[in-house]
Nanobody
Framework: QVQLVESGGGLVQPGGSLSLSCTAS????????MAWYRQAPGKERELVAL???????NYADSVKGRFTVSRDNAKSAAYLQMNSLKPDDTAVYSC?????????WGKGTLVTVSS
């Protein structure tokens, strides 16, 4: 059974930092591109960042220079380090694993940026 479990969300003040983790089980992790998406209330889900099995990363323009995506294939885990957080970053953050054969989603973790 495939599972993706996100953790690390919470409440943070503007300008603060949070680190999200996504731990996968049931997949050959190194073959999957890992992506972070977010969905704010009343908005469409959007891609935040992704990282390939080989470590190549891409970011949405809105988070470039503030967020860093990484992965540890030995631990079957992907991470999203979020710095200089803004209220507009408030959303449910979900991770997705994607290969040429399958796509899996986690349930998400809530990040709230507020003073």
């Amino acid at each position: 059974q495939v599972q993706l479990v996100e953790s690390g969300g919470g409440l943070v003040q503007p300008g603060g930092s949070l680190s999200l983790s996504c731990t996968a089980s049931g997949i050959l992790f190194r073959l999957y591109t890992m992506a972070w998406y977010r969905q704010a209330p009343g908005k469409e889900r959007e891609l935040v960042a992704l990282i390939t099995g080989g470590g190549s990363a891409n970011y949405a323009d809105s988070v470039k220079g503030r967020f860093t995506v990484s992965r540890d294939n030995a631990k079957s885990a992907a991470y999203l380090q979020m710095n200089s957080l803004k209220p507009d970053d408030t959303a449910v953050y979900s991770c997705k694993s994607e290969s040429r054969w399958n796509t899996y989603w986690g349930k998400g973790t809530l990040v709230t940026v507020s003073s």
